[in-house]
Nanobody, 122 residues
Framework: QVMLVESGGGLVKPGGSLRLSCAASGRELRTYWMGWFRQAPGKEREFVAVAGWSDGSTIYADSVKGRFTISRDNAKNTVDLQMNNLAPEDMGVYYC???????????????WGQGTQVTVSS
């Protein structure tokens, strides 16, 4: 069984930055895609970014390109999300995910963390 544990959420002012971290345990996820989804109140879970396992490939949602950076450490089984220039529309619960295949659809991901809240407000 895989466990994904997020940390780093919190309250930040518009234009500010946060760094989310996700630690995986239970098995090695070296060959898995790892990344992040988010969910705002009343909305469906939304793809944010993922990082591939072998060639350092990264894929971002258009809404976060240029502001968010995803990085992973296969040796440590971790994936981080650096979020800069945050806006109110970035608010929501951010979930760490992992799966053997890439998809922009939440239903495709096998493993999920419990989520961490990100609030952007002045």
């Amino acid at each position: 069984q895989v466990m994904l544990v997020e940390s780093g959420g919190g309250l930040v002012k518009p234009g500010g930055s946060l760094r989310l971290s996700c630690a995986a345990s239970g098995r090695e996820l070296r060959t898995y895609w790892m990344g992040w989804f988010r969910q705002a109140p009343g909305k469906e879970r939304e793809f944010v970014a993922v990082a591939g396992w072998s060639d350092g490939s990264t894929i971002y949602a258009d809404s976060v390109k240029g502001r968010f950076t995803i990085s992973r450490d296969n040796a440590k089984n971790t994936v981080d999300l650096q979020m800069n220039n945050l806006a109110p529309e970035d608010m929501g619960v951010y979930y760490c995910v992992a799966d053997q295949s890439f998809s922009r659809q939440a239903i495709s991901y096998e493993y999920w963390g419990q989520g961490t809240q990100v609030t952007v407000s002045s």
